[in-house]
Every structure is written in structure tokens, then in C-alpha cells.
């Protein structure tokens, strides 16, 4: 066989496998969420739905408030992402542009904070907020949250903030901006991809999250759709198809967030302030 | 009213002492530039002015209040920046309302100050426009309009021309001047470049490594350097420098190379205290030439030429004087149709009425009472 590919074909192979990677799964679960449940179990398997049906997603509504648990996770993540973002971009600010001593020290300190397995916070956290009388409340997932997602959120920001020229700042305090005024008023948005880049890194670790979500919260209104999924199976069943309904309900969202933002996350806003 | 005043300023990053101890008083509506070679301190110099870097000790007040502890947005003083730092999500209009706007200017004030800016900088058309969208030039003169809106105090310039090329530079040097004239703030205005701050000057602070030399008017500077360093910085080409000795009662400078010149004799009573000293001898290139007339002070020396630059309206000529092996080489301005050769001999005009002489340790100028 003849491997002598173009530079160009081996682009478009190598972007063929990742987009079938990362959308098999996907378009799996959409299919399986059409189809009855019988007609998932029969063989031979059939891959388009014979018979569409929407029934999965009423069931999915009425068999679990997972309305409910779509406003918890909503709350709980975009809370969480705020809270996340607001602070590390003061922290991302505070590395790039104060002359901090030590700085970069605390970079890989952060870097190797955001490496640690979770499972090893869990018990403390779960003592921390019985004693703070947080569990089954939305704050008992918001603040770990917010906390995990900080370090990789600050590396992310730092290193947009790097990109943009300090003497931006400095123009701006002299025009009659405080340090955190120009901070907001021009920093943060000329790294308008950079925070949003971190705001989604931490929504979609929120969204996804299960241990601390099973954990905290173990009254059935209080859970998140990561974990109210799992209401559907039955002791002996597993209803695959109105699993699959749910799981696509907790894409939408998702995929509107990125939908809405993936033009802001686009770069290149910063050309031009400077000579260049 | 607004006057900015330096009382021993300093300046340390940790351990390095980058500004040492530094006294000015400009007054106000006067044009002072800052100058010195790339890291003397300059910018940091103006940056404590503008309130961007900390002060170290000693105080600093403009129009008559200090201003040490104050943020730079309450300092009233506006800012131009090297890269122009113009806000790149901004339109031209935003970006010199900017300013404006955070103060809560009525909006009908904002659209005057802006609209009058434009017109003196004739950028006018340019509103729409994002700064990525303009030319150098263009980019300049928003970042100088934004300035001007403002009315401040004083306007501080850190190297503002250094990005354009030749031409669009001087072009932009004469709009600065108009600028002072038309507005009469006091400006205080950073260049490594000697002819920006002899052209716009009313006075010149001259830096070295952290220290002020001379202070002083661009007649001043040029003709009465402070120090060597000063005399070194200023003209194109800079000053001739010679080791020499004085001699005979301070009647006569024994010049490296066997060349001995004579003193003139208003300064013979200042050299008479310096008898026997090691100093340096300098002699700027216009005061070296061929010889015309017969002057007190004019004193003729063989010499060779080792090299010529014709510049058009003016000749350099390298010169070797007298015969010595290591004879001193000076640079002299000469007329294009001297029609100097390499390797001619000649004649040489040497006009010891502007002579200087520096003290070979400390740099610093030898000079007496008018002088
Ligand atoms: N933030 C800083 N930290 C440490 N040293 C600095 C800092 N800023 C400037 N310097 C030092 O101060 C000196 C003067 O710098 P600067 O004022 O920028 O010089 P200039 O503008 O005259 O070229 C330089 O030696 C520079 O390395
Ligand atoms: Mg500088």
C-alpha cells in the first residue's frame, strides 16, 4: 500500500476520527432516545429508529422531576461558573500583572492543585458542610465547585491576560479607571475568549460532576441532573432508551452555552491596540 | 497652576536603585523633555510622575499638591504611550471619550472636547474606525487626542515618535510643537532621541543611569555641557573628545598627539588652577574646519583627512591633526565644495573660542565664569 498521503488528506483523517470519536457517542445516545424499548433489545440491531417516537422524553419528564433537576443544575453551575470566573480572574490578574513574588511557584502549585483526585476531598468536604448545615443546599455545591475549577480557570486566564499589553492598564488608570476598574473595563474584555474559555471549562465540570453532586445532595428536589439520571434505572432494569431521553435533556443546555459563546471564544480582538 | 515639582525622588525595584535622588522644578506650561540612552531611567522617571510605579522616597506635586500617595486617575494628568496603547475594542471616538465618560461629563461636552480634538489632529473621519483599522500615524494621533480631551494638568509623552519612520516622525515632531503652542499645558516628554528633545525643548533634563546631569535650556545644553556624557549625547556627530594636559600657566592644552594649543585668553585664569591636570579637551565638528578668516581663538594645524561622508549640504571630514602616530581624530563640518580627499593634507581651522574641557575622572565640565 501506497501511505504517501498529502499533508491535506492526513488534516482532514486525523479530523474525520476525532469529530466520529467525539460524536459516535452522541448521535448513539439521540438515535437510542427514539427508539422503543423493544425494539432496542431486538436482534438484528436496527440503526435508524423505526418508528421515531418522542415517548422517551414525555416519560422522562413525568417518571423523575427532572425539571427540577435541570434548575438545580442550572443554578448550581452557572452560580458556581460566576463565583469561578470572578475570582480567578483576580487571581489570573494578580499573577500576570502585580509583581508577585514567587510567581511562579504558584503557578505549578495550581497547576498540581487541579491534578488532585477529588475522591480524597470528598470526606472532609461532606464533614465541612454538615457542620456548616450547607448539605442539601445549593451553596454545598456551588463553593466546592467554584473551588475546583479555580486553578485550571487561572491558568487559562493568565495566560490570556499575558497577551495583552500592560501599558493597556496603564492608560486606562491615567484616563481615570482604578486598578480593578481597569481590570473589568479593559483587561477583561480584550481576554473576552479567554474568560469564556475558562467560564465553560467550569460550567461543563459542574454540569458533569456526580461524586459531590450523589453526596451532597441526597434529597430527591435537590439533586442535579448528573445524578438524577440515575433515578431512572429500576433495581433490575435498566430502561436505556428513557436513559437516553434524559441524557440528550442534559446536552441542550450544554450545547447551547457553547453554541452562544464559541464566536466570543474566538481570538483576535486584541490586534491593532498596540503598534503591530 | 501647573506646576510639577521633584523633591530627591528615588526609585528602587528591589535591590537596584534606578532613579537616585532627583530634584526639578518645571513650571507650568513649560515643555521639558526627559533624555538619556535606553535605560536610565526615563520612563520609570515619568511613570512616578503619572503615578504608575510607586516612589521609592522623596516627594513629587503637581500644581502644588502632592501627589505621592494619589492613583494616577486623580493626578489630572494624561498620558501617551510608546505602542499607543489605544483600546482595541473601542472605536476612535470611544476611545478619546473614554476618559470623559468615567468622569461623567455630560454627553453633549463629551461630543464638543472630542469633536475639537479631532479637528486640531484632523482625524476627524476616523471615528468609526477600530484601531486596528489605522495606519501608525493615525494611531499616534488618537492616542494624542485622547490626551487632549482630557484637559489636563500636564501631558506626559513616553517616546511617542520612536515607532514611526523618519519622515512621519519630524512631521509629527512639528505637530507636537503647534500642539504646546496652541494648548499651553505643561508637557513632559520622554526621548532617547537628542534632536526630539533639542527641537521641542523649552528645557532638557539630560539622565544617566538613574542621576539628572543637567538641567537646563537646549542653548544651554548644547553649548554649556554640564559633563562629558551631556556634550557626548548632544549634536550630530557628538563633540570631539581629546585626552590633554594643561601647560604653562594655563596658557596652552598639550592635546594627545603632540598637537599644543594655545588657550584663549579669557579662560587662561580658570586653567591656571588646573595646571598640570589630566582632562579631556572637546571641540564640537562645526568648530573644525578649513580656514577663511583670521580670528582671535582660530588656530591653524596640519592635518590629514582619514575619511569623508558627504551629506549633501555638508560634508563630514574624519581628520587626523598633526603628523603624530596617534595624533587625536576629530570629525569637522565642512562645505561640500572644500572637496576634501582621502589621504589629503591640509590645513585645519580650529575654533578654540568654543572649547570645552571635562575632569578625565568624574566627567564633569571645567569651565569659568562666562565661559
Ligand atoms: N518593573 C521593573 N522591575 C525591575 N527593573 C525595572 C523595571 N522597570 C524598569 N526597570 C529597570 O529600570 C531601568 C530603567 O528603565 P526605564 O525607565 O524603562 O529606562 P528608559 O525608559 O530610560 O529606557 C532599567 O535598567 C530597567 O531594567
Ligand atoms: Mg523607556
Sequence with gaps: MNFNFSRRTTVWLAAIIVMVNGFFPAVWILLTSLKTETELIRSPITYLPEAATLENYMTAFTAQPIGRFLLNSVVVAGLSTALCVLISALAAYALTRLRMPHRNLIMSLLLAISMFPLISLMVPLFKVMRELGLLNTYLALILPYAVLSLPVCTLVMASFFQDIPPDLEAAAMVDGCSRVGALFKVVVPLAAPGVFTAGILAFVNAWDEFLLALTMMNRVNMRTLSVGITLYQGEFAFPWPLISAALIIALVPICIIIAVFQERVVGGLTAGGVKG | ?371
Design chain 2, 1 to 371: 497652576m501647573s506646576e510639577v515639582t521633584l523633591n530627591h525622588v528615588a526609585k528602587s525595584f528591589g535591590p537596584v536603585n534606578v532613579i537616585k535622588g532627583i530634584d526639578l522644578q518645571i513650571k507650568s506650561g513649560e515643555f521639558v523633555v526627559f533624555v538619556g540612552p535606553s535605560g536610565c531611567g526615563k520612563s520609570t522617571l515619568l511613570r512616578m510622575i503619572a503615578g504608575l510605579e510607586s516612589i521609592t522616597s522623596g516627594k513629587i506635586s503637581i500644581g502644588g499638591t502632592i501627589v505621592n500617595d494619589l492613583p494616577p486617575r486623580l493626578r489630572d494628568i494624561a498620558m501617551v504611550f510608546q505602542d499607543y496603547a489605544l483600546y482595541p475594542h473601542k472605536s476612535v471616538f470611544e476611545n478619546m471619550a473614554f476618559g470623559l465618560r468615567l468622569r461623567k461629563l455630560p454627553e453633549h461636552e463629551i461630543q464638543t472636547r472630542v469633536n475639537n480634538a479631532a479637528g486640531i489632529l484632523q482625524i476627524n473621519h476616523l471615528f468609526e474606525r477600530k484601531p486596528r483599522e489605522l495606519s501608525g500615524g493615525q494611531r499616534q494621533r488618537v492616542a494624542m487626542g485622547r490626551a487632549i480631551v482630557r484637559q489636563p494638568k500636564a501631558f506626559l509623552f513616553d517616546e511617542p515618535l520612536s515607532n514611526l519612520d523618519a519622515l512621519l516622525r519630524s512631521e509629527m515632531r512639528v505637530e507636537i510643537k503647534k500642539l504646546h503652542h496652541r494648548l499651553g499645558n505643561t508637557i513632559i516628554y520622554v526621548t532617547h532621541d537628542q534632536v526630539e528633545a533639542m527641537t521641542l525643548a523649552d528645557r532638557i533634563v539630560v539622565l544617566q543611569e538613574g542621576n539628572l546631569v543637567q538641567y537646563d535650556t537646549p542653548d544651554g545644553i548644547y553649548n554649556r555641557p554640564a559633563a562629558k556624557f551631556v556634550a557626548g549625547f548632544t549634536g550630530s556627530p557628538p563633540m570631539n573628545f581629546a585626552p590633554c594636559r594643561i601647560g604653562e600657566g594655563g596658557r596652552v592644552l598639550h592635546v594627545a598627539g603632540g598637537v599644543d594649543l594655545p588657550v584663549p585668553a579669557r579662560c587662561v585664569d580658570e586653567c591656571a588652577r588646573h595646571i598640570g591636570r589630566e582632562v579631556i579637551f572637546g571641540l564640537r565638528p562645526e568648530h573644525i574646519g578649513v580656514p577663511t578668516v583670521d580670528a582671535p581663538g582660530i588656530e591653524r594645524i596640519d592635518g590629514s583627512v582619514l575619511l569623508v561622508e558627504p551629506l549633501g549640504a555638508e560634508t563630514l571630514g574624519l581628520i587626523k591633526l598633526g603628523k603624530h602616530d596617534k595624533a587625536a581624530e576629530v570629525t569637522g563640518r565642512f562645505e561640500p565644495d572644500a572637496r576634501l580627499q582621502v589621504g589629503q593634507n591640509l590645513p585645519i581651522a580650529l575654533d578654540l573660542n568654543h572649547f570645552h574641557l571635562f575632569d578625565c575622572k568624574t566627567g564633569l565640565a571645567i569651565r569659568g565664569n562666562g565661559w
